[in-house]
């Protein structure tokens, strides 16, 4: 379980595959307190570490996995957002993220309002039921609010704002238009949507 508050920036530094995707992510993390085991939020994708040395982590990623996120986000010299597992007591600065991808989104234009920036990103069919403006949406693992929604011609985009806080610390600083990115829908809306189909079938 994870909050979208980003701690980290972490950088792949090789790209491996074997039967799975190993990845060797360097980071800032004091590893000595990360456990082989645990689990850390990779721009929005929850891994399990299997090796760990002074200042990086290791990763499998699935065939499964690598389909259903992002394309480019695994590769040699990509950075990623980090977050460590929540710990019981902990703050929860952002909304409950599980750290499952729930689709891929494409960034649709960026422009810049005052310092911040507002983005806008297309997002699958299969998502438009989930978002609603001033509801919670996580990009690349951060947490978000949603500030409107469009549907249109059969297409659905949202808008959100970057403060100049988000823009700096995490790697949406460097999104672009065209660039693919891990979508991850309020889990309330998720459980809604299925407890409003199950009476609708009984």
């Keep these: 379980m994870f909050t979208g508050i980003i701690t980290d920036i972490g950088t792949v530094r090789s790209a491996e595959q074997r039967g799975d995707l190993r990845l060797v992510i360097g980071c800032h993390y004091g590893m000595d307190g ?13 891994l399990t570490v299997v090796e760990k040395g002074a200042d990086w982590f290791a990763v499998d990623l699935s065939a499964e996995t690598v389909s259903h996120t992002a394309a480019g986000a695994w590769t040699e010299g990509a950075q990623l957002n980090l977050e460590r597992a929540l710990k019981v007591g902990d703050e929860l600065g952002g909304h409950i993220v599980t750290g499952h991808v729930d689709g891929v ?11 911040s920036h507002r983005v806008t990103i297309g997002v699958p069919a299969k998502l438009a039921p989930f978002l609603a403006p001033k509801g919670s949406i996580t990009v690349d693992g951060v947490s978000l609010t949603v500030n409107e929604v469009r549907d249109s011609g059969g297409t659905t985009s949202f808008t959100l704002n970057l403060i100049p806080h ?3 610390v995490t790697t949406l600083g460097a999104l672009a238009e065209g660039k693919a990115v891990n979508l991850e829908i309020d889990v ?6 299925r407890m409003r189909d199950y009476a609708a079938a009984v």
């Design 34 to 46: 990360v456990a082989i085991g645990a689990s850390i939020a990779c721009s929005g994708c929850c």
């Design 105 to 115: 989104g494409e960034v649709l234009g960026i422009t810049a309002e005052g310092d």
């Design 166 to 168: 988000t823009f700096a």
């Design 188 to 193: 309330l809306a998720r459980y809604l949507a």
